[in-house]
């Protein structure tokens, strides 16, 4: 199933923090796991099986260098990817 348009991440660019947004149409395992340019895992989020609705996911970014980042959010078994900087 295509997720995408269940997913938002904001603020980007993102600081401290991304708030990842995921609407659930039914009660599933969510992943939010963030990668570096050169696609490794820099960090991996694992939130469990979620309820049906809207979630707000509070990724924490601080610790990230300044760069762009590719964020792979994990619904059951499908995934979107979104490219967030980080200053």
């Not at 923090?17 to 490794?40: C, F, H, I, P, T």
């Amino acid at each position: 199933a295509d997720i995408s348009k269940n997913v938002s991440v904001s603020p980007n660019p993102a600081t401290e923090y991304a708030n990842v947004q995921v609407e659930l149409n039914a009660s599933a395992k969510v992943e939010v796991n963030v990668y570096d340019v050169m696609g490794k895992l820099v960090q991996a989020n694992n939130y469990g099986q979620q309820p049906t609705g809207t979630h707000t996911y509070k990724v924490n970014t601080s610790s990230l260098n300044n760069g762009m980042y590719l964020f792979t959010v994990k619904v059951g078994n499908s995934q979107t990817s979104s490219k967030v900087i980080v200053k």
